[in-house]
T-cell receptor, first 114, second 115 residues
Framework: AQKITQTQPGMFVQEKEAVTLDCTYD???????LFWYKQPSSGEMIFLIY??????QNATEGRYSLNFQKARKSANLVISASQLGDSAMYFC???????????FGQGTILTVHP | DAGVTQSPTHLIKTRGQQVTLRCSPK?????VSWYQQALGQGPQFIFQ???????QRGNFPDRFSGHQFPNYSSELNVNALLLGDSALYLC??????????????FGQGTRLTVV
C-alpha cells in the first residue's frame, strides 16, 4: 500500500523568497516514483517535477527542485524565487511508473504575498 | 495539440440519478485514469483503462463503472448517486511505457454536485 503525508495544510511565503513544501511517503515497492503537481483554483492538475527512486541526483525543473532523501522517505519540493502565480494547492504523490494509479497526499495551500 | 478535455465542466444531479462523464485523452496517449477529488482533499484513484479494459481499480463501489473506446476516449458512469458523490472528477491520460515513468496529464475536471 502507498501512503503520502503532507503535514503542512497551509504555507505563506514572500514574493521572491524560497519555500519548501514537505512530503513523506511510505511504500513497499522496491522501485517507485515521486512527483509533485500544482492545482490552481481552476482545478486542473499541473505536473511540476518527478523523481525516480533509483535516480542518483535530485530532480530539478526550472525554479522547482525535489529534495529526495530516500532513507528518511521524504520528497520535499523547493520553489525558489516565489512568484504571485505560484499561489495554489500543491500535491505530492507516488506512482507513475509503467502504469498504475497515482496516490496523492492531502495537499498544501501555498500563498505568496507581494 | 489539445490536452486532456473533459465534459461537462459542471453538473447538478439529484440523489438516486445516474451520471456519465466524458474524457478525451491527450493526442498520442492510450491510457486513461479517473480520480475523485472531494473538497479539501487530494484526488483518489477510481480506475484506469488501457486497451479498452479496466486495468486497475481503486476502493470504489460497483456503482462506479467506466468504458474506454477504440479512439482511447473514456466515460465514467456513476449509478444511484449519493450526496457523498459530490466532488471534482478528474481524468488523466498517459502513454503506456512498460518499465519506465510516464507523466500523467490531467483535464480541468467535472464538478459534480448531487442534491
Amino acid at each position: 500500500a502507498q501512503k503520502i503525508t503532507q503535514t503542512q495544510p497551509g504555507m505563506f511565503v514572500q514574493e521572491k523568497e524560497a519555500v519548501t513544501l514537505d512530503c513523506t511517503y511510505d511504500t513497499s515497492d522496491p522501485s517507485y516514483g515521486l512527483f509533485w503537481y500544482k492545482q490552481p483554483s481552476s482545478g486542473e492538475m499541473i505536473f511540476l517535477i518527478y523523481q525516480g527512486s533509483y535516480d542518483q541526483q535530485n530532480a530539478t525543473e526550472g525554479r522547482y527542485s525535489l529534495n529526495f532523501q530516500k532513507a528518511r522517505k521524504s520528497a520535499n519540493l523547493v520553489i525558489s524565487a516565489s512568484q504571485l502565480g505560484d499561489s495554489a494547492m500543491y500535491f505530492c504523490g507516488n506512482g507513475g511508473t509503467s502504469y498504475g494509479k497515482l496516490t496523492f497526499g492531502q495537499g498544501t495551500i501555498l500563498t505568496v504575498h507581494p | 495539440d489539445a490536452g486532456v478535455t473533459q465534459s461537462p465542466t459542471h453538473l447538478i444531479k439529484t440523489r438516486g440519478q445516474q451520471v456519465t462523464l466524458r474524457c478525451s485523452p491527450k493526442s498520442g496517449h492510450d491510457t486513461v485514469s479517473w480520480y475523485q477529488q472531494a473538497l479539501g482533499q487530494g484526488p483518489q484513484f477510481i480506475f484506469q483503462y488501457y486497451e479498452e479494459e479496466e486495468r486497475q481499480r481503486g476502493n470504489f463501489p460497483d456503482r462506479f463503472s467506466g468504458h474506454q473506446f477504440p479512439n482511447y476516449s473514456s466515460e465514467l458512469n456513476v449509478n444511484a448517486l449519493l450526496l457523498g458523490d459530490s466532488a471534482l472528477y478528474l481524468c488523466a491520460s498517459s502513454r503506456s511505457s512498460p518499465g519506465g515513468y510516464t507523466e500523467a496529464f490531467f483535464g480541468q475536471g467535472t464538478r459534480l454536485t448531487v442534491v
